[in-house]
């Protein structure tokens, strides 16, 4: 049976307490750990505090240094727990399509983190929504509250059961940003399902352990908006920063920290954040990738700061092109620029909103 996704409210601000976060990360990922991480500190409201469980699969020293560094200088209540992981526990699994066995960390987290609920983030997103107000709604007894996946929309679509008809039309949940009942997690052995599934998935499903959880979990999902979970190459506009309020996961598998991508405006604003928050991270390699960072990163600044001056510009050019006769060239054109024109009100609206 469907269940309605439901939008978390304020009105149970008035219980306290720290917040738990969790995150998973290497080395290889660490850029887009550290922006998650930041994204979630600029966006919510800290109130007793955040700790941020990072389940650490093999992290460089500076880099996680750096990390502790912007936390502590940030004026935010947070602050960083590492869990350094046994890889060995994982031995076995099929690899994902990130040819590694990272993505299964998830299901250890009933194991390492000694807490009744936590929040789940995957390290390849930005969170610009508030996580207090899903921290502080119940999640009943519910196994996991989750957005419906924007691929896989039913259990049907990626299963490793034969499933009834009423279960082939439950939805299919993404794994990417979860709140977990972690004390019913261990309660029913959840960690020990999910990996005992995965174990024996190996050319039975494409989402290895997204889909071992869907299995063990259905029927116990509380389904939340997509607006806390948007894929990064849905199509974005201005609502979605300045009223919607959205989380992008970053879930292709070229991250935003690999190249220097302006065609997907999720891309852009990943990299406008990177620029701000920790320059030092995030550089592609290459002869000249220095060289297009240094000019992609004044650019991202300069519309980010000034971009109203941008806008009039394009405004001026579209209008000029109205003037001229028109043909199928000068059409194409107009679209171009106004395509930019959403990128820099974009770029406007979220380049100051961060610490």
């Given at each position: ?10 009105r ?7 917040m ?28 007793d505090?955040?700790t941020?469980?990072i389940?650490?699969g093999?992290i ?28 060995a ?12 066995v990272?993505?299964?960390a ?9 807490e ?5 983030v ?9 996580l207090?107000d ?10 996991v ?7 896989i929309?039913?259990?049907?679509n990626?299963?490793?059961?034969d ?12 794994a990417g940003f ?9 309660k ?5 399902q999910?990996l005992?599934?995965?174990r ?8 290895l352990?997204q889909?071992a959880?869907?299995?063990c ?15 990064s190459?849905?199509?974005f506009?201005?609502p ?28 852009v ?5 990177r620029?701000k ?12 990738e ?9 650019i991202l600044r ?7 001056i941008?806008?009039?510009f ?21 679209r ?5 024109r ?12 961060s610490?």
């Open positions: 049976m469907l269940s309605r996704p439901v939008e978390p409210s304020r149970f601000r008035a219980r306290a307490g720290v738990h976060v969790v995150l998973t990360s290497n080395e290889a990922y660490f850029p887009g750990l550290a922006c998650a991480v930041l994204s979630i500190l600029s966006w919510t409201e800290t109130g505090g955040i941020f469980h389940l650490d093999g460089e020293e500076d880099s996680w240094r750096s990390l502790e560094r912007k936390l502590s200088s940030s004026g935010k209540k947070g602050r960083l727990q590492r869990h350094r992981l046994s890889l526990e994982l031995a076995g699994l099929p690899l994902d399509h990130g040819d590694g990272m993505v299964y998830r299901l250890l987290m009933p194991s390492l983190i000694d009744d609920e936590a929040i789940y995957d390290s390849d997103m930005l969170c610009f929504r508030d207090r899903l921290w502080e709604e119940p999640i009943e007894d519910n196994l509250a989750a957005c419906q996946d924007f691929n929309k039913l259990l049907a990626d299963s490793l059961f499933l009834t008809e009423e279960e082939a039309e439950c939805w299919y949940f993404n979860m709140k977990v009942n972690l004390k019913l997690w261990r029913e052995d959840v960690q020990g999910a005992r599934l995965a024996g998935s190996r050319g039975k499903c494409n989402w352990d889909t959880l869907n299995s979990l259905k029927g116990r999902v509380k389904y939340l908006d997509r607006r806390w979970n948007r894929f190459f849905e199509v506009s201005l979605d920063f300045s009223q919607e309020r959205i989380n992008i996961h970053y879930v292709s598998k070229t991250k935003p920290w690999m190249n220097y991508d302006n065609k997907d405006i999720s891309h604003v990943w990299r406008l954040f620029a928050w920790m320059p030092n991270i995030g550089r592609p390699k290459g002869r000249l220095p060289v297009n960072g240094i000019y992609y990163d004044v300069v519309l980010s700061r000034c971009g109203g941008g806008i009039i394009i405004d001026l050019f579209r209008g000029l092109l109205r003037l001229l006769s028109w043909n199928p060239r000068l059409e194409e054109a107009s171009w620029l106004e395509k930019q959403k990128k820099v009100e974009i770029l406007k609206c979220v380049g100051s909103r610490y």
